[in-house]
């Protein structure tokens, strides 16, 4: 199969989020008995609707009435301006929860408390105590984690959420939060069979979150922005566009490496910023900062710091162009559409280096990468395919099928013995890490893509069992050394 798949997510038996539930295994597996049951209610699959999660929050007291919540939505960009929006938040000196989704290596990644994860036993106290409540009312997987980080979010006497939406908006369970603004980030194609085909349908979807006086902060592409500005004035929400508030440095490909950039607002400046690795990632942080930056304008707390270079200095994305190891080095993005892996192979082709380029490549069947990246790809000098283990994975005759497609011809894995091969898909995660470790050199570059889930199974399988442990780049002869034990 090439890229049009004519499986379906319920064929997998796991027609809700790919990595979640009760049979799979690691790292996609629960800790313990109440946390599968939570990963059990994926299996009923993606319910959009406000009546279950508006019951949920009902029996826990409306918590959500009592926080001040920014809800970012986006078909790309989303986690990571949630994730730059609550650091902000916090170097100004709040106490802030964050909810983003999907997790990597432990379900309670998604609810933090200033930058740091619930631990795992109040999250597994949390589920044991709503389970009569999601019974009840028979709340979605998804739902009732919205309803535990809200809840969380309250007890915690937090000052702000951040709130990352799920699919959409309209009918997404973070729109049963009362919002004091939200952000859009972008809108591209994903979730077609839910959202709608088109990339104005999928817009309609995400603005449907918009509410009467409630600001909206919206970097989308120009071609939808009158379609933006239409919805934002009958809902009566002040719109706020990026690109008409914002200026910053612009960066080429070709440019050589800064490490530091300027962001200009209509008011403000905020000089020598600490570059975040892509240009898509300097969008995300000059969104929040204006969010920020406009709000605290109308009369609000302060809500930025002082120092917003050295707040951004100090930020933690993980999966997000993430340097996990050095010399080589690894990079790891969770780009898994059209949108999001041509902006992330156009930055990596790009990226100054003496070593070769490696993208280590796994994705979901369901989704669409580019049908052809062409000079995106002509910068990198091998491509490994990898299946993820998991039901929905595309296969490796799939993925060998997806390279043909692009114009790399994968030979056959039992072949490659002798360096890396330009093209070639292995039969499992662990064996390309044993290629990759046995023929590395330390000027090379490692890009590990396609799918979040790539992410998550190559980082458990280099022996990461939390992200906490990926805050800081280590040498990746004390990680890959043990590959080749394996």
Not at 284 to 301: C, F, K, Q
């Amino acid at each position: 199969m090439g890229l049009g798949s004519p499986r379906s997510p319920e064929d997998s038996g796991h027609p809700g989020e790919p990595g979640v539930g009760p049979d799979l295994s690691p790292p996609f597996t629960a800790g313990d008995e109440a946390t599968a049951w939570l990963f059990g209610l994926n299996r009923f699959g993606i319910r959009p609707g406000l009546v279950r999660i508006q019951g949920l929050l009902s029996d826990l007291g409306h918590p959500e009435d009592r926080l001040r919540t920014l809800v970012v939505a986006g078909t790309n960009g989303k986690g990571s301006t949630t994730r730059i929006l609550a650091r902000l938040l916090q170097a100004a000196g709040h106490r802030v929860a964050t909810y983003t989704s999907p997790h990597l290596l432990n379900v309670h990644e998604r609810i933090l408390i200033d930058d740091r994860p619930v631990a795992a036993e109040d999250f597994t106290s949390r589920v044991e105590a709503i389970k009569p409540s999601v019974k009840k009312h028979e709340a979605s997987w998804f739902e009732t984690l919205t309803a535990l980080a809200v809840q969380t979010a309250h007890e915690e006497k937090v000052d702000f959420l951040c709130c990352e939406t799920g699919l959409g908006g309209r009918l997404d369970a973070s729109n049963a939060l009362p919002a004091m603004a939200t952000l859009l980030t972008t809108v591209g194609l994903d979730h077609q069979r839910i959202l709608g085909e088109s990339r104005q349908e999928i817009a309609s979807e995400k603005l449907g979150l918009l509410k009467k006086e409630v600001p909206l902060f919206c970097s989308v592409d120009e071609d939808l922005r009158s379609q933006v500005f239409q919805a934002a004035v009958l809902a009566g929400s002040p719109c706020h566009f990026l690109d008409e508030l914002a200026r910053w440095d612009s960066r080429d490909r070709n440019d050589p490496p800064r490490n530091s950039w300027d962001l200009v607002l209509r008011e403000k400046v905020f000089p020598d910023l600490p570059d975040p690795g892509t240009v898509a990632m300097r969008r995300n942080v000059a969104l929040a900062v204006l969010a920020l930056s406009e709000l605290e304008s109308g009369g609000g707390p302060n809500l930025l710091p002082a120092d917003v270079s050295g707040a951004l200095g100090n930020l933690f994305l993980p999966g997000r162009y993430q340097t996990v190891l050095t010399n080589p080095t690894w990079i790891f993005d969770t780009a898994h559409n059209t949108q999001a892996l041509e902006n992330l192979w156009r930055e990596f082709s790009g990226r100054p280096g003496t070593g070769r380029k490696v993208v280590l490549f796994g994705a979901m069947f369901d989704k669409e990468p580019p049908v052809d990246p062409g000079v995106l790809l002509e910068g990198v000098d091998h491509l490994i395919g990898v299946p993820v283990s998991l039901p929905r994975s595309r296969t490796t005759a799939e993925l060998e099928d997806l390279f043909h497609s692009w114009g790399r011809e994968s030979g056959s894995w039992e072949d490659v013995s002798v360096g890396l091969p330009a093209a070639a898909v292995a039969p499992d995660i662990p064996e390309a890490l044993r290629l990759l470790a046995g023929h590395l050199d330390p000027a090379d570059t490692v890009l590990v893509t396609g799918s979040c889930f790539t992410v998550a199974e190559v980082l458990y399988r280099l022996g990461f069992t939390d992200l906490e442990a990926t805050r800081t780049p280590r040498p990746a002869v004390q990680v890959l050394d043990r590959m080749g034990d394996k």
